[in-house]
């Protein structure tokens, strides 16, 4: 549990090398993003109250067992007038290490942004 939001706990527990492997995850909301930080960690299984289409796709692709309560085309960003930039960082990628690499830049970028 954590009070980071989006995939920002996910990220820290990778960065902290936790052995995450075998383990089940839940969120509210898993996009492509999450799902490729998922398959990076070795999680074995996933609940997302609303999963994205391509999140499906990357949990589907590397047979990880998952349910939902709900699908959406893609996830929405937070004002709701766009994609999520974590999901458009990880548009074109499709290796876990290639995604975790890009979150982590596009993370630390927005977070460099806050207060400007």
């Given at each position: 549990?954590?009070?980071?939001?989006?995939?920002?706990?996910?990220?820290?527990?990778?960065?902290?090398?936790?052995?995450?492997?075998?383990?089940?995850?839940?969120?509210?909301?898993?996009?492509?993003?999450?799902?490729?930080?998922?398959?990076?960690?070795?999680?074995?299984?996933?609940?997302?109250?609303?999963?994205?289409?391509?999140?499906?796709?990357?949990?589907?692709e590397?047979?990880?067992?998952?349910?939902?309560?709900?699908?959406?085309?893609?996830?929405?960003?937070?004002?709701?007038?766009?994609?999520?930039?974590?999901?458009?960082?990880?548009?074109?990628i499709?290796?876990?290490?290639?995604?975790?690499?890009?979150?982590?830049?596009?993370l630390?970028?927005?977070?460099?942004?806050?207060?400007?």
């Amino acid at each position: 549990m954590s009070d980071l939001r989006g995939i920002a706990p996910m990220l820290s527990l990778i960065g902290e090398g936790k052995d995450l492997r075998g383990w089940s995850a839940a969120d509210v909301v898993v996009g492509k993003a999450a799902a490729l930080l998922f398959v990076y960690a070795g999680i074995a299984e996933v609940y997302a109250g609303v999963l994205s289409d391509k999140g499906a796709a990357v949990l589907e692709e590397r047979g990880i067992p998952y349910s939902c309560g709900g699908r959406a085309p893609y996830i929405v960003n937070r004002q709701g007038d766009g994609v999520c930039p974590m999901e458009r960082a990880v548009e074109k990628i499709f290796d876990p290490a290639e995604a975790l690499s890009a979150l982590q830049t596009r993370l630390a970028e927005l977070r460099g942004g806050q207060g400007r």
